[in-house]
């Protein structure tokens, strides 16, 4: 038996939760697994209403969870920032789901905005580092001359030759953010992309970096992406700079297998890479600490310029679902689900909107449980 957190969220979160769930519910009683999911109510219409985002009590009960399900966040009638870094990231920070795992899979019968590829082609992962980075949350803005406090960590910053380009003395508005990785944080993340290119049998592994500019922290990165890679003799490696990896996803995606990346580059690179599998209904991906509790979510957000239309499409929220279920060691069931997911997507008679067709969210959900039966 699981205890399943659920989280659906705002926006088209709780419509495709509930596909999700059905989809995960059909699944356990052909396989025998027991659910019990722990539904919690965080997002933008409990904080309308409360004033609560996600407390930490809620935090410390999903600690004896095995894992959470995750629809989508953000709305409109809430500055943007509050809702993603109070609920989502602040999730993933508190059980340190260092690992952020993005399979890029074009699913034959898939609409791909590339000409001359098929799925074949399109077949590799994105691990994302999900903890530091740019994420950590350590910034300000101010007046140089309204607040001194700011302005000291500006002149230590300017100490450590960090270059500011303005007149301290000057009133201008400033701001600063800071990334940093640390040691062991990327040697988790890199050792994680390297178990999973054995585990699956791919041969390469490319690191992703702008260590040609940001020559500290992502120097540091490849040191380490280097001291980590000679361990795995059989398996490849390349680095490529940001800039030039969303030239090639698009160029020759088949090159790729397994791509691990800092925590910003990689938010960047995976929404361009749900769009060569088809779309970010599509795309699927978890959080993950392979030691603690994990959780599961669509690489989309909560699109809600078309929320409560029975239109979205449920299906990166259930290979979500999957992945869940693989990652709690139910091989065979989270593989059905696959398996029930690419004949829909083959066949193409249940077809959701951003796919060109135009079956409801629910009708998609529907037809994956009916597909599961045969599978
Ligand atoms: C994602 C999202 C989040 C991120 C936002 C909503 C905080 O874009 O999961 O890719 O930047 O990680
Ligand atoms: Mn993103």
Not at 93 to 114: A, E, M, S, T
Request: aromatic share 10%; charged share 25%.
């Amino acid at each position: 038996m699981y205890n399943i957190a659920l989280i659906p969220g705002d926006g088209i979160g709780p419509e495709i939760i509930k596909e999700g769930k059905k989809v995960i519910e059909a699944t356990s009683s052909k396989y025998g697994l027991e659910i019990n999911w722990i539904e919690y109510p965080f997002g933008a219409e409990h904080y309308l209403k409360t004033g609560e985002l996600l407390p930490n009590s809620a935090l410390k009960e999903i600690n004896d969870m095995d894992a959470i399900y995750f629809g989508a966040i953000g709305d409109p009638r809430v500055k943007p920032g509050i809702l993603e870094k109070e609920i989502l990231l602040k999730t993933r920070f508190y059980f340190d789901q260092y690992i952020n795992l993005r399979p890029i899979r074009l699913y034959k019968g898939v609409p791909c905005p590339l000409k001359d590829k098929n799925p074949e082609d399109i077949n590799f992962y994105v691990v994302r580092e999900n903890t530091e980075d740019f994420y950590i949350g350590i910034g300000g803005r101010f007046k140089a001359r309204a607040n001194q406090d700011h302005l000291e960590v500006l002149r230590k910053l300017y100490k450590a030759k960090i270059q500011v380009d303005f007149n301290l003395e000057q009133e201008e508005e400033v701001a600063y953010q800071v990334g940093l990785i640390s040691k062991p944080g990327t040697q988790r993340v890199i050792k994680y992309a390297f178990e999973l290119a054995k585990k699956k049998n791919l041969k390469r592994v490319t690191s992703v970096d702008k260590a040609n500019v940001l020559t500290n922290i992502y120097g540091l990165w490849r040191d380490i992406f280097e001291e980590v890679s000679s361990q795995y003799p059989d398996i490849e490696t390349e680095f490529s700079f940001v800039d030039a990896i969303t030239m090639y996803f698009i160029q020759r995606p088949e090159w790729y297998r397994v791509v691990v990346t800092p925590n910003m580059f990689g938010d960047i690179i995976t929404d361009l890479a749900a769009m060569i599998q088809g779309g970010l209904g599509i795309a699927a991906g978890g959080n993950i600490n392979p030691e603690g509790v994990s959780m599961f979510e669509p690489i989309h957000g909560s699109a809600p310029d078309i929320a409560g239309k029975n239109i979205s499409n449920p299906t990166a929220t259930i290979l979500s679902g999957a992945m869940m279920l693989d990652h709690l060691g139910e091989i065979k069931a989270a593989q059905a689900i696959e398996d029930a997911v690419e004949k829909v997507l083959s066949e193409g008679k249940v077809r959701s909107h951003d796919l060109g067709g135009n079956s409801s969210t629910i009708e998609v959900g529907d037809e994956i449980v009916k597909k599961l039966k045969e599978v």
